[in-house]
């Protein structure tokens, strides 16, 4: 396929560049007037217009992207679109201004979403999940990371896991997995931490090992969930068993989350809109990187992370949807781009190179996503005609993907 006339092919990397750190998020790279060859799967060329080679130009199939530009598709790399049920009826709960804790304490929040997941089939879980992420896909998304943690009990984890690789299999982008069973405690367990943790280490893990259901561990690690001392026991569980941290750190205090997610050599730590020096310390020492969730402040009505300091500070950022019926009921990446800009104070470049290659980077498949390079995946959205770049998250409230390219091939939808 020959992709002609394209106004600007935007994210151009070296493919051995997998990760972009403080200012580098500001360099973008973007060539006007392009035209870009996907042979199978891959990107085979790209170059200007007025210098494209003869025998390039009479491949057979051929899309003229009529002045219109070409983005890497959007790498998600946080989401918890496996759930049995919207929760809608905690709604007019945080419009009285109920916090998130009281709303939990009342029934609400994640084991809310436990209670329903654990009446739901695999069937129906698998059906509802698929009908999201086409949505998502469709609206530009590319890569995606699925965590379980609405089931917390052994049967139902699983069987959110179980979901999770059915997509894999389903759907032409890479899925990651990722194991939450500590995302709460569930009511059984409310006064046996011990009890719900040795049910994680000692029944859950062997399982999911035994059939191969995770790439990743995580935690949410905060006051009235998991402790820290709780976080790096489980962490240092799942690594017997190959599965890398990623943690749910500093959402609703500065917890020590970070820290002993570093520690761990956590691949992310996610959330991060409370933080301090110590968290920005414990950064600037390690590998691990800064994934921001800004649809989550918007919805949640809680403070936005400081991305400017991450990124003053030479750190890795990404920005991913956190998509789940309670706090984000949003997969769209466009938006969480477009928040990025108006309430993080991202510049729109740092932004875009957020979602794609950072996003990539977030789920270790920086090698073939997140940009446009020769020899990687032909993962790619071709936009409506846009005046500029900053087009895109200027236009908030209305989608500028018009095509989706997944491997190569037109995306309309279809399994």
């Not at 991450?310 to 466009?334: C, E, Q, R, W």
């Not at 032909?378 to 989608?399: D, H, R, V």
């Amino acid at each position: 396929m020959l992709i002609t006339n394209i106004k600007g092919l935007v994210g151009l990397h070296p493919k051995s560049k997998l990760m972009l750190r403080g200012s580098e998020l500001n360099d973008l790279h973007v060539l006007e007037n392009a035209w870009l060859l996907i042979e199978n799967d891959l990107i085979k060329d790209f170059g200007e217009m007025d210098s494209i080679p003869a025998h390039i130009s009479n491949v057979p199939s051929q899309i003229s992207a009529n002045g219109r530009y070409v983005f890497p598709s959007w790498c998600d790399s946080h989401t918890h679109i496996v759930f049995a049920a919207t929760r809608e009826e905690e709604f007019a709960m945080k419009i009285q201004g109920k916090t998130y804790e009281e709303i939990a304490a009342a029934g609400g929040g994640i084991l809310n979403s436990a209670n329903k997941l654990q009446k739901a089939t695999e069937d129906e879980l698998f059906e509802s999940a698929s009908v999201r992420l086409k949505q998502m896909i469709l609206q530009g998304t590319g890569a995606v990371e699925i965590k379980s943690g609405y089931g917390l009990t052994v049967e139902s984890e699983i069987k959110m896991l179980r979901v999770i690789k059915r997509l894999k299999a389903s759907f032409p982008v890479p899925i990651k997995a990722t194991f939450l069973a500590a995302h709460a405690f569930p009511a059984l367990y409310k006064d046996d931490h011990e009890g719900y943790i040795n049910l994680i280490i000692n029944e859950m893990l062997p399982q999911i090992a035994a059939e191969q259901l995770a790439d990743y561990i995580d935690v949410f690690c905060e006051k009235g969930f998991f402790s820290v001392a709780e976080t790096d026991r489980i962490l240092k569980a799942g690594g017997v068993y190959g599965l890398k941290p990623k943690v749910h750190a500093n959402q609703l205090s500065v917890s020590g989350a970070v820290e002993v997610a570093v520690l761990n050599q956590a691949i992310s730590v996610d959330h991060l809109e409370e933080s301090d020096e110590a968290t920005i310390t414990a950064l600037q020492n390690s590998s691990t990187i800064a994934t921001l969730l800004p649809s989550c402040s918007f919805y949640l009505g809680i403070p936005f992370a400081d991305a400017k300091s991450f990124i003053k500070a030479n750190l890795p950022v990404t920005l991913a949807t956190d998509y789940n019926p309670g706090s984000t009921p949003s997969g769209n990446m466009n938006f969480v781009v477009a928040l990025a800009c108006i309430k993080l104070k991202m510049f729109p470049e740092q932004a875009i190179n957020a979602a794609t290659l950072n996003g990539a980077a977030a789920m270790e498949i920086g090698e073939n996503y997140g940009s446009i390079a020769i020899g990687k995946k032909a993962n790619l959205f071709i936009t409506k005609p846009m005046p500029s770049i900053a087009y895109l998250p200027y236009s908030f409230g209305e989608s500028q993907v018009d095509r989706v390219i997944l491997n190569g091939e037109i995306y309309n939808g279809q399994l």
